[in-house]
């Protein structure tokens, strides 16, 4: 079965960069998601089609897919920022990420 | 904005059916993929399956058997999931599914989720 693979856990001071990769075999044959969980809510769309982000979503979120990795960034990261990051694609079903923890401090 | 409300039944014995309804508001089932996801407490999401509006469904092989996903009405669809076990205590999120090309491609919507506890 395809699997996608993030890193468990990514840390960044606030205002800095922050990347969050997703692995997967020949990834960029697929559209990559990517969406944000802050602990007790429901996940919050950050991008579809690999870089597209929908209205409402913040400037500093952007994501590329290329190779076998797509890569969410965070330009100028926030305390909001602080969540579980997502990424999610096809493959005969829908395939999800295991998550990264992003920490801001 | 279209909204989901997740419910039903939120504490099952082993080997019950889990039965779960996602009332979808401020849309109809038209032209979207609709999908359950569930997350083990402190894991991550698990897509459980989704049935597209004409009625097609697919699930995940690891629960192909014990699931079934049906709409029920213009604006609602249903989850049942059989033998249940401690396995499948988790938060169950309904969640519309946007298609690009002819599959999900990603969320847009996604319900509060309802807690199941199997004991």
């Known amino acids: 079965s395809y699997e996608l693979t993030q890193p468990p856990s990514v840390s960044v001071s606030p205002g800095q960069t922050v990347t969050i990769t997703c692995t997967g075999h020949?990834?960029?044959?697929?559209?990559v998601a990517w969406s944000q969980q802050r602990p007790g809510q429901s996940p919050v769309l950050l991008i579809y089609?690999?870089?597209e982000r929908p209205s409402g979503i913040p400037y500093r979120f952007s994501a590329s897919n290329s190779g076998d990795t797509a890569t969410l960034t965070i330009t100028g990261a926030q305390a909001v920022d602080e969540a579980d990051y997502y990424c999610?694609?096809?493959?005969?079903?829908?395939?999800f990420g295991a998550g990264t923890k992003l920490t801001v401090l | 904005q279209v909204q989901l409300r997740e419910s039903g039944p939120t504490s099952l014995r082993t080997s019950e059916t889990l039965s779960l309804t996602c009332t979808v508001s401020?849309?109809?089932?038209?032209?979207?993929?609709w999908s359950w996801i569930r997350q083990s407490p402190g894991k991550g999401l698990e897509w459980i399956g989704n049935?597209?509006?004409?009625?097609?469904t697919k699930y995940v092989p690891s629960l192909k058997g014990r699931v079934t996903i049906s709409a029920e009405t213009p604006n609602k669809f249903s989850l049942k999931m059989t033998s249940v076990t401690a396995a499948d205590t988790a938060m169950y999120f309904c969640?519309?599914?946007?298609?690009?090309?002819?599959?999900?491609?990603?969320?847009?919507?996604w319900g509060q989720g309802t807690l199941v506890t199997v004991s």
């Open positions: 049935i597209f509006y004409g009625g097609t």
């Open positions: 999610q694609a096809w493959d005969n079903g829908v395939v």
């Open positions: 401020g849309g109809s089932l038209n032209d979207y993929y």
């Open positions: 969640a519309r599914g946007v298609t690009v090309t002819t599959v999900v491609d990603y969320y847009d919507s």
């Open positions: 089609k690999d870089k």
């Open positions: 020949e990834l960029t044959r697929k559209f």
